[in-house]
């Protein structure tokens, strides 16, 4: 069993942490998040709601149950005893039916009432924030305050390189707020280091777990998707193929969480942001960097779908479109073999190009669709043609 203890709060001089000591196998160890002092005031001492859900999949895929020392949420007990836990495990060979051993409260915190989201400059925050600051968007549902989080986006363990690069993306996630009269949040964690769990098989319950740590702040929270709702699958590893189940079973009596951007495919997204001038200088990508590299698969991606848009100058200032062009023949060939594997995103981007009238070379068609067996390939030409005949076609197709 996991035993989860009463949270509690300390300071230093520069941050407020929420604290929780946590019992299992015989050892205990202390789980935080962090905040800075001036929205320290927020933090949920008295629920568990946030330990709960950060060590909700590590205790099922261990079979152990959860007691707490602080009661739950009245709302968010009731889905995860009645619906979540029972829905996972029998979706999920790797996770157990577990119970919650809880006190439950049905009195409301609280609240500020602020709406927020996060803000990573990615294609699905950018477009969340563009989308829920429009128009169309009630005056009460407006995102007017961005979070930026450590739960294991920037490493799945965490650790110190984790939080360094965290810092550094941070730093322009706090300046995109800044110019954009946004207020600003930043929430670290233990957590990664602790359950060292895959992120991508466990970021929905990891994310909004920090956000239920300061649940004082928010009476709305924008999680942006990355899977359309037409996509939907419960029994997928990562989360969002199901967000729009999970969120609402993880909303309780003081914040609602919403799936956003769900309606459209990536290539809708990006040019719904290319009519986003804030996106301009900030958009941020890459899987690797702090800067969009411009080789990584998300970065190649994001610029064919611009280049199929027409819209890829606008982003000069946050991509190097020089090296892109440069690198014209290799990316047209990721394409063309990301188009024959069938993948959706590469197809809409393919579809677009043809239909703008941007050409892709033929040799480019060909590579791409040799490129998963190129060893092969090269090992059979080799075999069956002159050393000056293989000299010439592998100039020919593979160094350009």
């Known amino acids: 069993m996991i035993l989860i203890g009463k949270p509690y709060i300390e300071e230093d001089d520069e941050y407020t942490y929420l604290k929780s000591k946590i019992s299992y196998n015989g050892n205990y160890e202390t789980l935080w998040y962090k905040t800075r002092k001036d929205y320290g005031k927020y933090f949920c001492t008295e629920r568990s709601d946030s330990f709960v859900i950060a060590l909700l999949l590590f205790a099922m895929s261990k079979g152990e149950d959860i007691k707490t020392e602080e009661p739950i949420s009245s709302r968010l007990y009731s889905n995860l005893v009645n619906n979540l836990i029972i829905t996972l495990s029998k979706t999920h060979t790797e996770y157990h039916k577990i119970n919650i051993f809880s006190d439950v409260s049905k009195d409301e915190l609280y609240n500020e009432g602020r709406v927020g989201t996060g803000i990573s400059c990615g294609v699905d925050s950018l477009q969340t924030i563009y989308q829920y600051t429009s128009n169309n968007c009630p005056e009460n549902l407006k995102v ?76 709305v929270y924008y999680y942006a998707s990355g899977i359309p709702i037409w996509d939907f699958e419960i029994s997928k590893k990562d989360p969002a193929y199901y967000d729009i189940y999970t969120l609402n079973m993880l909303s309780n009596e003081n914040i609602t969480f919403y799936s956003t ?55 000069k200032n946050v991509f190097d479109l020089d090296a892109y062009k440069k690198r014209k023949y290799k990316n047209y060939t990721i394409l063309m073999h990301q188009k024959y594997k069938k993948n959706k995103n590469f197809v809409d981007i393919y579809k677009l190009m043809k239909k703008n009238n941007i050409k892709i070379p033929l040799i480019c068609k060909i590579k791409g669709r040799i490129l998963p067996n190129r060893v092969e390939i090269k090992r059979f030409l080799q075999s069956i043609l002159s050393q000056e005949m293989y000299e010439k076609l592998k100039n020919k197709f593979w160094k350009k």
């Open 144 to 219: 007017n305050t961005l979070t930026m989080l450590n739960m294991g986006s920037h490493g799945d363990f965490g650790g110190e390189k984790a939080r360094e690069l965290y810092e550094k993306r941070m730093k322009r996630s706090e300046q995109f707020a800044k110019n954009n009269k946004f207020d600003f949040i930043m929430i670290d964690s233990n957590i990664s280091e602790y359950i060292k769990m895959s992120f991508v098989e466990t970021h929905t319950f990891r994310n909004m777990s920090a956000i239920l740590a300061i649940q004082k702040l928010f009476k």
């Open 261 to 315: 951007g769900m309606s459209f495919t990536r290539l809708e997204k990006i040019d719904q942001i290319t009519n986003y001038k804030l996106s301009y200088n900030t958009l941020n990508v890459c899987f690797n960097e702090d800067k969009n590299c411009g080789k990584c698969e998300k970065c190649v991606r994001t610029l064919l779908a611009l280049e199929a848009l027409k819209k890829i100058d606008l982003y």
